[in-house]
């Protein structure tokens, strides 16, 4: 989230949303549609927007081409569509995105144009201060104040308190069976203006673009959608959390955490139950409760462990056991494998045998960059020993970057071999540059260390 200092009456109204909302559990807002269209709060959310990035939806447009065509005439007339509810959301472009280690698998990812992301990013800026003051402290996904990295460390230190009984489970494409009509009563819990309602309604219901094999545009969704929320859409992690506060609602209802002795820790569409010997008693409520509102966990996915036997996987990091210096056997975290195995293969394409042709200095940018990205988000936990073996890993890869890049020419060129000084000169230029693991900071409880990662994108 961008900082709204730019912006004071945008941060001021939502500090009243979230106290109004917290005063009063059961109020709904009534008046919130003609803030949408507020020249504050769409420059706001253009510019968190922008701050995102993202690829173009169906309609081809870049955030340069709207800076060419003037961002304040841009978000003028898309603020009188507004105004004048003339305003009709375009269609999703869907892409899909390969699963890790998952051959003929995807992710499906719907990619809403940058015009409805920003009316969507407006609408969040209003929706967000009031459903915060709703959600469960154990709900981490998606949330000011909230990380991944507190997510973990919740799960850390429930094993260290005797949680050690893990139902490791997972949802059956969430995003994609989140029903439309019980997600809008959890909306309109809170919020009753029905244009912005209508707002919400439109974006579940748009039609869905997807190029096939052949380069045709198949067409799917639609009015007739009953189910589903696109992820991509700057709306879907809200609404997302807002539905699976049934859930945690539900748990906290029927006095699960005494009953089955547990603490449910939730991020986004992931979840894990933390029981004192009671997984399976806590496996069924969930299945219930999850099969109430339309949910259904991953049967083949979802599994109950004993950490003392075997280990868990959640959020890009492995629970198990782990063994101190002086043997000693306990309960901790290390980076996960699907993690290692990313930063190997991104280090290997940077320094492939395509990429001899960049500088030394481009090169060390490239890789300083990754090392930091990955080091920032698994940080946390067991961490000496492979920070060791990436740094050789690293190293080993500028060696072999080096050597390809004064390697031996053909004898038709007519040129010389490099002397093999050049390529030590060039090995020593580079390593001298980079960033290695083990000089990064491992500090597992400083405020720094549970904020989100700049690798995110390592959590798979």
Same mark, same amino acid.
């Given at each position: 989230?961008?900082? =709204? ?62 800076? !060419?065509?003037?961002?304040? @005439? ?10 004048? /509810? ?6 999703? @472009? ?9 051959? *003929? ?21 209003? =929706? ?12 981490? *996904? ?10 973990? &460390?919740?799960?850390?230190? #429930? ?15 969430? +995003?994609d069976t989140i029903p439309h009509h &019980? ?14 309602? #209508? ?32 992820? #991509? ?20 209802? +029927?006095?699960? &955490?005494q009953k089955c002795q547990s603490q ?71 980076? #996960? ?26 090169? !060390? ?13 698994? /940080? ?43 390529? /030590? ?11 290695? *693991? /083990? ?22």
């Amino acid at each position: 989230m961008i900082s =709204l200092a730019r912006w004071p009456k945008v941060r001021e109204l939502r500090e009243k949303l979230n106290g109004k909302a917290k005063a009063e559990k059961g109020y709904r807002f009534y008046l919130l549609y003609d803030k949408v269209f507020r020249k504050d709060f769409l420059e706001a959310a253009y510019a968190q927007c922008r701050a995102n990035g993202g690829a173009p939806g169906v309609d081809s447009k870049t955030f340069e081409d709207i800076e !060419a065509y003037g961002r304040e @005439r841009y978000l003028a007339e898309l603020a009188e569509e507004l105004k004048d /509810r003339r305003y009709e959301p375009q269609p999703v @472009r869907r892409v899909l995105i390969p699963k890790e280690n998952q051959p *003929g698998k995807f992710r499906p990812l719907g990619i809403p144009t940058i015009r409805d992301r920003i009316v969507q990013q407006a609408v969040k800026l209003l =929706l967000e201060p009031i459903f915060e003051a709703d959600f469960t402290d154990n709900a981490y *996904g998606y949330r000011a104040g909230k990380s991944a990295h507190a997510a973990i &460390e919740h799960v850390a230190t #429930g094993l260290r308190n005797g949680y050690t009984e893990v139902v490791d489970a997972d949802l059956s494409k969430y +995003f994609d069976t989140i029903p439309h009509h &019980e997600l809008m009563r959890s909306v309109e819990r809170r919020v009753a203006d029905p244009k912005v309602l #209508g707002l919400i309604r439109r974006w579940l219901k748009v039609p869905v673009h997807e190029v096939n094999e052949r380069g045709k545009t198949v067409i799917s969704g639609g009015k007739k959608t009953k189910q589903g929320t696109p992820q #991509g859409g700057v709306i879907s992690p809200l609404l997302a959390n807002i539905y699976f506060r049934r859930f945690l609602m539900a748990w906290a209802k +029927f006095g699960l &955490e005494q009953k089955c002795q547990s603490q449910v820790v939730n991020y986004a569409d992931d979840f894990v139950i933390l029981t004192r010997g009671c997984a399976k008693p806590a496996l069924l409520a969930a299945h219930k409760i999850l099969k109430s509102i339309g949910l259904t966990l991953n049967e083949a996915k979802t599994r109950v462990c004993q950490v003392w036997k075997e280990s868990f996987d959640f959020l890009g990091y492995t629970f198990g056991v782990q063994y101190s210096r002086s043997n000693r056997r306990y309960l901790g975290k290390t980076p #996960g494998k699907k993690g290692v195995a990313k930063y190997r293969e991104t280090v290997r394409q940077i320094t492939a045998s395509k990429q001899v042709s960049k500088t030394p200095e481009t090169m !060390a940018a490239k890789l300083n960059q990754v090392t930091r990205g990955y080091w920032n988000y698994y /940080r946390l936990g067991t961490t000496v020993q492979l920070r060791h073996q990436l740094d050789g890993y690293l190293w080993e890869r500028v060696q072999i970057w080096a050597e390809r890049k004064y390697k031996r020419p053909r004898k038709s060129t007519g040129a010389k071999r490099q002397p093999a000084r050049y390529v /030590r000169r060039l090995t020593d230029k580079l390593r001298a540059k980079l960033v290695y *693991g /083990r000089e990064l900071p491992r500090d597992h409880h400083s405020r720094e260390a549970l904020q989100e990662g700049a690798a995110a994108c390592f959590v798979q």
